[in-house]
């Protein structure tokens, strides 16, 4: 497996944001949705890494920087395809996007997911992140969970 930039003129970045997004619609309402687009991964402030293989993009993940009075990352797109979860690739993408914001010096990186990603959320606290509140324009939300993670 190779690690590899999400280029937003890629084929396997366009497919894996699509499985994305379905997952995402099947779980929850769409309206809840605040998610990356393919579009934005050109932006300045956005770190976006996958792991590929024959299949194509496998693992996936970002980050993006937020200002809201002060700097912070955003840990955006994490997906892991069905077929490969349980192998620690989620927990090496976020290894990297951490690796990335600790270099950048991002003082705190935060996050929203949706209480049905159990996983997602015992990766979270595995990894040192804590409940929080709403950030940036994100709101209180049964649909939302947020958590974050300061950097020392």
Same mark, same amino acid.
């Given at each position: 497996?190779?690690?590899?930039?999400? +280029?937003?003129? +890629?084929? +396997?970045?366009? !497919?894996?944001?699509? +499985?994305?997004?379905?997952?995402?619609? %099947?779980?929850y309402p769409v309206a809840t949705s605040q998610a990356l687009t393919v579009n934005e991964l050109g932006l300045p402030g956005v770190y976006a890494v996958g792991l590929k293989n024959q299949d194509g993009i496998v693992a996936c993940g970002a980050i993006v920087k937020q200002f809201d009075g002060s700097w912070y990352g955003e840990i955006r797109r994490l997906y892991v395809k069905p077929s490969y979860r349980g192998k620690g690739l989620s927990r090496r993408i976020m290894q990297i996007l951490l690796h990335y914001a600790g270099e950048e010096e991002i003082p705190i990186i935060k996050l929203e997911t949706g209480p049905k990603q159990?996983? %997602?959320?015992?990766?979270?606290? !595995?990894l040192g992140f804590v409940q929080c509140a709403p950030f940036g324009e994100y709101t209180e939300n049964p649909n939302s969970l947020f958590m974050e993670l300061a950097l020392s």
């Open positions: 497996m190779k690690l590899v930039d999400l +280029d937003p003129c +890629d084929q +396997d970045v366009i !497919n894996v944001f699509a +499985d994305i997004d379905r997952l995402i619609s %099947s779980l159990i996983q %997602s959320i015992h990766l979270y606290e !595995n």
